[in-house]
């Protein structure tokens, strides 16, 4: 089969993913063997190849996976040859540590992450267990339903744990792949909140996207909104963000941060300014298998629009540096067969 693997860790601009041709995986006990046609392009993949995110190397990289059965073990009995499935970030959890036995497989002492710890899907095929991987309804096309395992369905686990209600103002930092699809999650389970949104620049790409899909209010990061926010998610690889978002945060509020690695530093903040008055922070770590099917069972309520550019599997150090560089709208995916 033919793959992009990382040997070693380096800037994107180097193009470290290089394309070759190996064995097609055999399917151990329990798995299946999954014949891809799309995987999306994420950004802890920027981080897993610069190595602010420790992998195990050689990897394959991309955790956004969508194909179909070709092979089953003896042990497999969920699926069938020609199902579609999808596999997401969550490869293995144990199941019997502190936070599997608790509802937190995410936290797993032992978990594993696709396309890092395990081989994922920026190649022809892959293999994983079964009861890690997802049926998945037949609402959109390949393309269009890859962004979902990852950016959508991390983005909604971010979005409940800001612990919303209906009638909230909630602020976007950042506005990418799951921002856009969150948003329009947020208009259908939450129709009376306001969406502000902050961008890296005026009138950019990502403001014009947010402007489209109905955002009430939209700034550059750094302005001050016309109201204080309730609940703020941050997908931004950058520090200083935190710091803002709490500046805007209003009493009780909670921000939400959505990010694997920062790139910088959180700047040093004051206590009464920013924390006092009950506001909170708090991080997203990978994603449970609940998480997912919760969010496959809400889009089949929720018809969405996503935005996607395109590339191919050789295009995957391509696809990387534009997402580094901010150079599209929406998702980037690659599309395999
Ligand atoms: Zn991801
Ligand atoms: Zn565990």
């Not at 195990?56 to 990289?61: G, H, R, S, T």
């Not at 792949?177 to 329009?184: E, G, K, N």
């Not at 016309?226 to 935190?242: E, M, N, Q």
């Not at 009780?252 to 694997?260: C, F």
Request: with cysteine; charged share 25%; net charge negative.
């Amino acid at each position: 089969m033919l793959a992009q693997i990382l040997r070693k860790t380096s800037r994107i601009e180097d193009n470290p993913l290089e394309l070759v041709e190996l064995p097609t995986p055999k399917p151990g006990s329990g798995e299946i063997l999954i014949k891809i046609s799309a995987c999306g392009v994420c950004h802890t993949e920027l981080d897993e190849v610069e190595g602010r995110l420790k992998c195990k190397l050689p990897v394959i990289l991309g955790h956004q996976v969508i194909g179909r059965v070709t092979e089953l073990d003896e042990e497999a009995s969920r699926f069938n040859i020609g199902d579609r499935v999808g596999v997401a970030w969550i490869y293995h959890a144990c199941g019997h540590c502190y936070y599997c036995l608790n509802g937190e497989e995410n936290l797993c002492d032992n978990f594993k992450g696709t396309g890092c710890d395990a081989d994922g899907g920026y190649a022809e095929y892959m293999t994983v267990s079964e009861n890690f991987a997802y049926p998945i309804p037949d609402v959109l096309d390949d393309i269009h339903t890859a962004p979902l395992l990852c950016a959508g369905a991390i983005g909604y686990r971010a979005l409940k744990l800001t612990g919303m209600n209906d009638g909230d103002i909630i602020g976007f930092y950042g506005y990418g792949a799951s921002a856009h699809i969150i948003h329009q999650v947020i208009k259908i389970l939450y129709p009376d909140s306001k969406v502000y949104v902050f961008t890296r620049r005026e009138n950019d790409a990502p403001s014009q996207l947010a402007a489209k899909l109905g955002a009430d209010w939209i700034g550059v990061t750094g302005e001050t909104p016309p109201s204080k926010l309730h609940r703020a998610i941050d997908t931004t690889p950058s520090g200083i963000v935190i710091k803002e978002a709490l500046r805007n945060l209003e009493k009780g509020g909670r921000l939400v941060v959505n990010v694997i690695r920062k790139e910088s530093m959180i700047p040093e903040i004051e206590y009464s300014e920013y924390l006092w008055g009950e506001r909170e922070i708090k991080s997203v770590a990978n994603i449970t298998r609940k998480d997912v099917q919760e969010f496959l069972s809400v889009i089949v309520r929720t018809p969405l629009k996503i935005n996607v550019k395109e590339f191919k599997l050789s295009e995957a150090n391509k696809a990387l540096l534009s997402l580094k560089h901010g150079k599209h709208v929406g998702a980037a995916v690659l599309k395999i067969i």
